[in-house]
């Protein structure tokens, strides 16, 4: 989606994901894909900034995601962060 950006920051242990939807209106038709980072097995979210419950993503074998939608709808012009632990 062009309104929406968003990136992966990790140091170590800690990994977190940024959502910025830059746009008048609620976007809820996207998924992130990442093919390779830096989640080793099941990554756990826990919602630092924004609204709304965070589904953790399906690892792949290269510790990324596809077609991940962390929140469900993310609101106009808003911001997400989210951190991750491992199982």
Do not use: C, K
């Not at 929406?4 to 939807?21: C, K, S, T």
């Not at 980072?37 to 953790?56: I, K, M, N, R, S």
């Not at 690892?59 to 106009?76: D, K, M, Q």
């Amino acid at each position: 989606h062009q309104s929406l950006h968003a990136y992966v920051r990790a140091d170590g242990d800690d990994v977190i994901l940024v959502l910025v939807n830059l746009g008048n209106d609620p976007v809820d038709a996207y998924g992130l894909t990442l093919p390779a980072g830096p989640f080793g097995g099941a990554a756990q979210p826990e919602l630092l900034l924004g609204t709304g419950e965070v589904d953790a993503p399906q690892v792949n074998e290269s510790g990324g995601f596809a077609g991940y939608r962390p929140i469900t709808t993310l609101p106009s012009r808003s911001s997400s962060i989210i951190h991750f632990t491992e199982n």
